[in-house]
T-cell receptor
Framework: AQSVTQLGSHVSVSEGALVLLRCNYS??????LFWYVQYPNQGLQLLLK??????LVKGINGFEAEFKKSETSFHLTKPSAHMSDAAEYFC??????????FGQGTELSVKP | ETGVTQSPTHLIKTRGQQVTLRCSSQ?????VSWYQQALGQGPQFIFQ???????GRGNFPPRFSGLQFPNYSSELNVNALELDDSALYLC????????????FGPGTRLTVT
């Protein structure tokens, strides 16, 4: 069975600082991994996805993530945080048949 | 091209009642998945519909049921509502059942009192 663990339910950074949101996965087959963002009172927006091509994946809004099989990780980063990045971030793995299994989420706060 | 839409936006029901939530998939998408997101949690998969047939179900009791119509829109029905059913219900559509990208609607916030 596949699962996702997000380390840290809340991360706070200063504007302009590096953003690092951690995600570890468990999967018995090569995983397809995703990061979604959720702004207050909204649905989920896809930031980026890993589908077994390049291990460094670039997404929208300057975010990127690196797939590390040896560490079973798929951490999300952004070099310089912006106030508009404040939101909830979810890491997810896709199981066979296309169903998404989500982590618990990490709330990102950005301080001025 | 319109995105995924859901109705209603908010809903308040009493324990024991029944509720129907609606989802219109993105144009051209034939697969709809439903997720429940409790407060402070990640979304949990309820079930998926592909070409009007249920195509997989998560760990939810039978009082959660659904339909998909010929135009690929979908309904989620919940009978005998319980307080723990209070959550944001998200619908996601995709081009085919096994494609990578699911596009989410804004959700329906259900409160059970």
């Amino acid at each position: 069975a596949q699962s996702v663990t997000q380390l840290g339910s809340h991360v706070s950074v200063s504007e302009g600082a590096l953003v690092l949101l951690r995600c570890n996965y468990s999967s018995s087959v090569p995983p397809y991994l995703f990061w979604y963002v959720q702004y207050p009172n909204q649905g989920l927006q896809l930031l980026l996805k890993y589908t077994s091509a390049a291990t460094l994946v670039k997404g929208i809004n300057g975010f990127e993530a690196e797939f590390k099989k040896s560490e079973t990780s798929f951490h999300l980063t952004k070099p310089s945080a912006h106030m508009s990045d404040a939101a909830e971030y979810f890491c997810a793995v896709r199981n066979q048949g296309g169903k998404l299994i989500f982590g618990q989420g990490t709330e990102l706060s950005v301080k001025p | 091209e319109t995105g995924v839409t859901q109705s209603p936006t908010h809903l308040i029901k009493t324990r024991g009642q029944q509720v129907t939530l609606r989802c219109s998939s993105q144009s051209g998408h034939n697969t709809v998945s439903w997720y429940q997101q409790a407060l402070g949690q990640g979304p949990q998969f309820i079930f998926q519909y592909y070409r009007e047939e249920e195509n997989g179900r998560g760990n939810f009791p039978p009082r959660f049921s659904g339909l998909q119509f010929p135009n690929y829109s979908s309904e989620l029905n919940v009978n005998a509502l319980e307080l723990d059913d209070s959550a944001l219900y998200l619908c996601a559509s995709s081009l085919e059942q096994a494609t990578y990208e699911q596009y989410f609607g804004p959700g329906t916030r259900l409160t059970v009192t």
